[in-house]
């Protein structure tokens, strides 16, 4: 297949092109900027795709600033203005498990409310809603927490990782009650290329079979730093005793009957990342 692939510079589009070319794939990358393994800037991006064979898929993981009050999709919407014979391509979009209002249950329809979500959140059901209304062949990848190899310290589970390895020491924040669930990105990467390849028109929450609460995630970090023969890191536990409403996750293996066996344990997954992290 012939696939375009924007947001190609960030964490997941990367493992995503990998995963893809592994697979015998043709990939076309698109970024925000020059790098290795990127095949079109965004800035280029109208004069480059209309000299372009028609893509069988497009896969849209360009994300919104991180920015609490800047809803921003244009990037997306400039490759599909930039499309606009693109009609009998599959479109599959990673949005977010932030879609959905707080105290709502995540779920695989399409018919999300708007309830007080994020910024980050609302831009991501823009991105939802715009794609379905442009195009009849649309997926979406609602994603968890993702981590893995090349993560940046901005989420939970890394921040720990960087405190512990530079620090020897992990603080767990938050109410005692919070829990996350935390999928692996190359599982993420290749649920994306298993829908492109079968032009799953539906949505799916991107999970894993780990949801665990803040001070089991710092635990098993220390775990897995003492298997890797690390110096292990003193946890303090500064968690409050808080109400706190979450999500209700389940797991991938739930959705996918092959996922079962594919979903990485968190064990395993942070043993690579301690690899990967200064």
């Known amino acids: 297949m012939n696939v375009l692939v924007t947001g190609a510079a960030g964490f997941l589009g990367g493992h995503i092109c990998a995963a893809l070319r592994s697979r015998g794939h043709h990939i076309t990358a698109l970024g925000r900027r ?27 993981c360009a994300s919104v600033l ?17 499309l606009e014979t693109a009609q009998s391509t599959y479109h599959l979009l990673i949005s977010s498990v932030s879609i959905f209002p707080p105290g709502h249950a995540p779920h695989n329809r399409f018919d999300v409310v708007d309830d007080q979500q994020t910024a980050y959140g609302a831009s991501k059901l823009a991105q939802e809603r715009a794609l379905r209304q442009k195009y009849q062949c649309v997926g979406v990848i609602r994603p968890s927490s993702i981590y893995g190899p090349g993560m940046k310290p ?16 992990i603080s767990v924040l938050g109410p005692t009650s919070y829990s996350q669930n ?32 803040m001070l089991t995630l710092a635990k098993t970090i220390q775990t897995q730093m003492a298997h890797a023969g690390l110096t292990s890191p003193t946890i303090v536990d500064n968690r409050i005793n808080k109400p706190v409403t979450q999500y209700e996750y389940a797991s ?12 990485t344990p968190i064990s395993k997954g942070i043993r690579e990342c301690l690899m990967n992290v200064a």
């Open 154 to 169: 901005t989420t939970v589970l890394p921040i720990m990782l960087r405190h512990a390895r530079s620090h020897g020491m």
């Open 252 to 263: 991938l293996s739930n959705v996918w009957p092959f996922a079962g066996d594919m979903l």
């Open 182 to 213: 935390f999928v692996f990105v190359r599982d993420l990467a290749i649920l994306a290329a298993h829908m492109v390849e079968h032009k799953y028109a539906q949505a799916i929450c991107g999970f894993s079979n780990d949801t665990i609460d």
């Open 66 to 82: 991180p920015s609490v009050d800047r809803i921003d999709y244009s990037d997306n919407i400039k490759v599909v203005e930039a």
């Open 34 to 60: 020059e790098g290795q393994h990127i095949d079109i800037v965004l800035d280029l991006v109208r004069d480059t795709l209309d000299t372009v064979d028609k893509y069988d898929a497009i896969i849209h």
